[in-house]
């Protein structure tokens, strides 16, 4: 096994995460070869370089508010979901007092009908379009 | 009464959401702090790990309990980060052509030292070097050497075998010496 094999598992050495046989291996190595213990005299000390970069903190108020944020995200989808629902009882309701009142004349069914029917069809278009136009817009990346 | 991580995530998984706080409080500031090292942008690290935890609690039913929840939640994090940055190459792409479509190099803001704690020499070529590797290079570094992760749980984040995270490293590890040749 050649120091190039070796250098892999270095990092491993120095993270502490090798086992018999490897390290034993490792150690024996390093005991004869003056490169790679130099090679882990190096990744020792970037370890050590990594391991002391900190960040600066965001102020405290981020912190604070940064549950608040998370929450409302989350209830606010529940809100939409009892929303749509309520939406579609109170149109399905509508629909059929609609189309089942025995005032409204048949005629008057059929435009109403029509209106409806040709509002859902240009919807369908338009959404069909933008999903078609989304798979090559190079440009759907940008916020508008 | 103190809950332990497995209670909580039971809790979180019958919808009772106001336990879910315990957790975002304990994993916020890792998260944002690996957001930030992965993306370099202060406002973009916080939108990220919010987002990661908004989609973690989406998902919370599916989520079984014999594992960790920190390592599936920065799984979800990490494929966030990652996809966000190659969106933002894209866009820079987008965003930079002239009105021949020639490319206009402009400068990148992010990785910018003032986000660093201490900005001595070492630690600005530092935050440049890690801004230079490669997405699953600077992940990895950023897994293994400020989260003081374990390679299992590298492994079971990135969804790699355990030698590929030691090769993985190694690559990484090896760039970032030849970058940083001067402070060695």
Same mark, same amino acid.
């Given at each position: 096994?050649?120091?190039?094999?070796?250098?892999?598992?270095?990092? *491993?050495?120095?993270? *502490?995460?090798?086992?018999?046989?490897?390290?034993?291996?490792?150690?024996?190595?390093?005991?004869?070869?003056?490169?790679?213990?130099?090679?882990?005299?190096?990744?020792?000390?970037?370890?050590?370089?990594?391991?002391?970069?900190?960040?600066?903190?965001?102020?405290?108020?981020? +912190?604070?508010?940064?549950?608040?944020?998370?929450?409302?995200?989350?209830?606010?989808?529940? *809100?939409?979901?009892?929303?749509?629902?309520?939406?579609?009882?109170?149109?399905?309701?509508?629909?059929?007092?609609?189309?089942?009142?025995?005032?409204?004349?048949?005629?008057?069914?059929?435009?109403?009908?029509?209106?409806?029917?040709?509002?859902?069809?240009?919807?369908?278009?338009?959404?069909?379009?933008?999903?078609?136009?989304?798979?090559?817009?190079?440009?759907?990346?940008?916020?508008? | 009464?103190?809950?332990?991580?497995?209670?909580?995530?039971?809790?979180?998984?019958?919808?009772?959401?106001?336990?879910?706080?315990?957790?975002?409080?304990?994993?916020?500031? #890792?998260?944002?702090?690996?957001?930030? *090292?992965?993306?370099?942008?202060?406002?973009?690290?916080?939108?990220?790990?919010?987002?990661?935890?908004?989609?973690?609690?989406?998902?919370?039913?599916?989520?079984?309990?014999?594992?960790?929840?920190?390592? +599936?939640?920065?799984?979800?994090?990490?494929?966030?980060?990652?996809?966000?940055?190659?969106?933002?190459?894209?866009?820079?792409?987008?965003?930079?052509?002239?009105?021949?479509?020639?490319?206009?190099?402009?400068?990148?803001?992010?990785?910018?030292?003032?986000?660093?704690?201490?900005?001595?020499?070492?630690?600005?070529?530092?935050?440049?070097?890690?801004?230079?590797?490669?997405?699953?290079?600077?992940?990895?570094?950023?897994?293994?050497?400020?989260?003081?992760? #374990?390679?299992?749980?590298?492994?079971?984040?990135?969804?790699?075998?355990?030698?590929?995270?030691?090769?993985?490293?190694?690559?990484?590890?090896?760039?970032?010496?030849?970058?940083?040749?001067?402070?060695?």
């Amino acid at each position: 096994m050649g120091c190039e094999e070796f250098e892999v598992l270095l990092n *491993g050495y120095i993270d *502490g995460e090798l086992k018999d046989p490897d390290l034993k291996r490792v150690e024996e190595h390093l005991a004869g070869c003056p490169h790679c213990r130099k090679l882990v005299r190096d990744y020792r000390r970037l370890k050590e370089v990594t391991t002391e970069m900190r960040f600066k903190e965001p102020p405290q108020d981020i +912190w604070n508010s940064y549950w608040q944020r998370i929450f409302h995200r989350i209830t606010r989808g529940a *809100g939409w979901v009892f929303f749509l629902v309520g939406v579609v009882a109170v149109a399905g309701f509508a629909i059929y007092e609609f189309a089942t009142d025995p005032a409204v004349e048949a005629l008057q069914k059929l435009i109403v009908f029509a209106i409806f029917v040709g509002l859902g069809l240009l919807l369908i278009s338009v959404i069909w379009e933008r999903v078609k136009a989304s798979k090559t817009d190079k440009y759907k990346e940008i916020e508008r | 009464m103190t809950l332990t991580e497995q209670e909580i995530i039971s809790k979180c998984q019958q919808g009772e959401t106001k336990y879910y706080e315990q957790l975002v409080n304990k994993y916020k500031k #890792s998260a944002y702090f690996y957001a930030l *090292g992965m993306v370099g942008s202060a406002e973009d690290a916080l939108d990220l790990s919010q987002e990661a935890f908004i989609r973690a609690y989406r998902s919370i039913k599916r989520f079984k309990l014999q594992y960790q929840f920190k390592n +599936w939640f920065f799984r979800i994090l990490t494929n966030l980060c990652i996809s966000h940055l190659r969106k933002r190459r894209r866009r820079a792409e987008v965003s930079t052509e002239d009105s021949k479509g020639a490319t206009i190099p402009i400068p990148d803001d992010h990785f910018n030292p003032h986000l660093l704690l201490e900005r001595k020499e070492i630690m600005r070529q530092l935050w440049k070097a890690l801004s230079e590797l490669g997405d699953k290079q600077r992940e990895i570094i950023l897994l293994r050497d400020f989260q003081g992760l #374990s390679y299992k749980q590298i492994s079971e984040i990135l969804e790699i075998p355990l030698g590929t995270v030691m090769s993985r490293l190694h690559q990484a590890r090896s760039r970032l010496r030849v970058k940083m040749a001067d402070f060695m």
